[in-house]
Antibody, heavy 121, light 113 residues
Framework: QVQLQESGPGLVKPSETLSLTCTVS????????WSWIRQSPGKGLEWIAY???????DYNPSLKSRVTITVDTPKNQFSLKLRSVTAADTAVYYC???????????????WGRGTLVAVSS | DIVMTQSPDSLTVSLGERATINCKSS????????????LVWYQQKSGQPPRLLIY???TRASGVPDRFTGSGSGTDFTLTISSLQVEDVAVYYC?????????FGGGTKVEIK
């Protein structure tokens, strides 16, 4: 059974960079696309970006200027960096696996449990 | 961006009764070349990540009870719970995956009367 686990600081100061890592277990990161999604009371569920195991990426235009997604295939991990954060970036951040192997269309059967990141000084 | 609009915002239904949730997309999510609707439904219980219920607008995910049915095409979609159970209390979301950015509806909260 595939499992995903987000890790990273729970508190980030305004204007700094939010960094999260998703570790995949119970299956290989290879052959699939992987996304970051966040959920906040104000904006609901928001897709942030995806990456393939070979490094192909796509970003939400609303966040593209501040986001970088990377993959580390040997470690079975992928990561998110969100720069210049503000209080509006406070949310639960989820990592998730795209449903079908080799398919960039994003619908998700496997999700991490989510990690709450608060932006505050 | 494709805007997903769900209605109602909340729904109170008696045990065993039918619950109907609507989702409307601002443009068609029906892909002509394969005649598939690029729409999913999720269930989210408090403190948990979303759970995949339905994909391709009407295909139940593995392990999903058959009281959950997805229907619709183009821009108008419906999730029906035929006989509401206690464990169905949750927030339900639709999401399109027709193109990026993938976007979600605002959610419908389902409660027991």
């Amino acid at each position: 059974q595939v499992q995903l686990q987000e890790s990273g600081p729970g508190l980030v100061k305004p204007s700094e960079t939010l960094s999260l890592t998703c570790t995949v277990s119970g299956g290989s990161i290879s052959g699939y696309y992987w996304s970051w999604i966040r959920q906040s009371p104000g904006k609901g569920l928001e897709w942030i970006a995806y990456i393939s195991s070979s490094g192909s990426t796509d970003y939400n235009p609303s966040l593209k200027s501040r986001v970088t997604i990377t993959v580390d295939t040997p470690k079975n991990q992928f990561s998110l960096k969100l720069r210049s954060v503000t209080a509006a970036d406070t949310a639960v951040y989820y990592c998730a696996r795209h449903f079908a192997a080799g398919y960039s269309s994003g619908w998700y059967e496997y999700w991490g449990r989510g990690t709450l990141v608060a932006v505050s000084s | 961006d494709i805007v997903m609009t769900q209605s109602p915002d909340s729904l109170t239904v008696s045990l065993g009764e039918r619950a109907t949730i609507n989702c409307k997309s601002s443009q068609s999510v029906l892909y002509g070349s394969n005649n598939k609707n690029y729409l999913v439904w999720y269930q989210q219980k408090s403190g948990q990540p979303p759970r995949l219920l339905i994909y391709w607008a009407s295909t139940r995910a593995s392990g999903v009870p058959d009281r959950f049915t997805g229907s619709g095409s183009g821009t108008d979609f419906t999730l029906t719970i035929s006989s509401l159970q206690v464990e169905d209390v949750a927030v339900y979301y639709c999401q399109h995956y027709y193109k990026t950015p993938f976007t979600f509806g605002g959610g419908t909260k389902v409660e027991i009367k």
